[in-house]
């Protein structure tokens, strides 16, 4: 979904796809990646890691939490997959 915020266009759901790339990429192990594989998803219990990506997004009224989650979890399901 492209929406307007501050002067530009965001697509949240891009967005979400390269932070979720890079995190599966550089930072999260086996386990991280099989966790949100099976939940399609940012898993409900990662309410630490939710909230450090509300709190980033709080001033931006355009942001779509389900939008970006959908795509973090389509990249780290992706690389799930290849690995």
């Not at 930072?27 to 890691?49: M, S």
Request: glycine letters at 8%; charged letters at 30%; aromatic letters at 20%.
């Amino acid at each position: 979904m492209v929406q307007k915020g501050k002067g530009d266009y965001k697509n949240w759901f891009d967005q979400g796809y390269k932070n979720g790339y890079e995190f599966a990429r550089s930072e999260a192990v086996y386990d991280e990646l099989a966790v949100v594989y099976r939940a399609k998803g940012i898993p409900t219990n990662w309410d630490i890691y939710r909230a450090e990506i509300l709190n980033k997004h709080l001033g931006d009224k355009s942001f779509d939490f389900q939008a970006y989650s959908a795509g973090f979890a389509r990249a780290c399901i992706e690389f799930f997959e290849k690995i």
